[in-house]
């Protein structure tokens, strides 16, 4: 049986730094044996047809084999169709009422409890917000996530210690669930 999956590439292709060509990207995947091979954007999606492994150690054959082609680490994580689709449908703020720079999803590598969280002070960020799902946060930043202080609090080391998190706009969302479809 084939699934569809996502993988997301953290921190590539930003200020010129840790270059990687989706077109390169692609032939990789496809090297690796993967099908239906298809990137989305310059900032580190690529969707695929496997049929064989589990999303965690896809994801680590993918880290290897991109440091061995460009040269230096990349955190990938991916995911599966039905996951991508569980996390949009689940999004805990009104999406089709925002725009798409106003809500992001942070994906991590393994699940998060509130824990992680506890000593941002959630009032002092008003009107942002955030919400925990399924390896997920997301996120309300009504002026977008450049401007975000509470996106600043969210990304501090000490919250993601261990984890890989990677955050991606709602129009990427969509669309990675929409890729994936098969």
């Known amino acids: 049986m084939t699934t569809m999956y996502a993988a997301l590439l953290r921190g ?3 200020g010129g730094r840790r270059k990687v060509p989706m077109a390169d990207l692609r032939t990789l995947l496809e090297e690796l044996g993967l099908r239906a091979v298809r990137t989305h954007l310059q900032s580190g999606q690529a969707v695929f047809a496997a049929g064989r492994g589990e999303e965690e150690a896809l994801a680590a054959e993918l880290t290897r084999a991109i440091e061995k082609r460009f040269g230096f680490a990349v955190d990938v994580i991916v995911r599966d169709h039905a996951y991508l689709r569980a996390v949009a449908e689940a999004c805990p703020f009104p999406a089709a009422e925002l725009e798409a720079k106003q809500l992001h999803v942070t994906y ?3 699940p998060v ?3 992680r969280f506890a000593e941002i002070d959630r009032a002092a960020h008003l009107p942002e917000e955030f919400r925990l799902g399924d390896r997920a ?7 977008g996530l450049g401007r975000s202080r ?3 609090q969210l990304s501090r080391p000490r919250v993601n210690k261990g984890l890989i998190a990677t955050t991606r706009n709602w129009n990427t969302v ?3 669930v929409e890729l994936t479809r098969g």
């Open 12 to 14: 590539i292709n930003v």
């Open 108 to 110: 991590f590598s393994a």
């Open 113 to 115: 409890d509130a824990g």
């Open 137 to 143: 946060l997301y996120l309300y930043a009504p002026h």
């Open 150 to 152: 509470l996106a600043e």
């Open 174 to 176: 969509v669309a990675l």
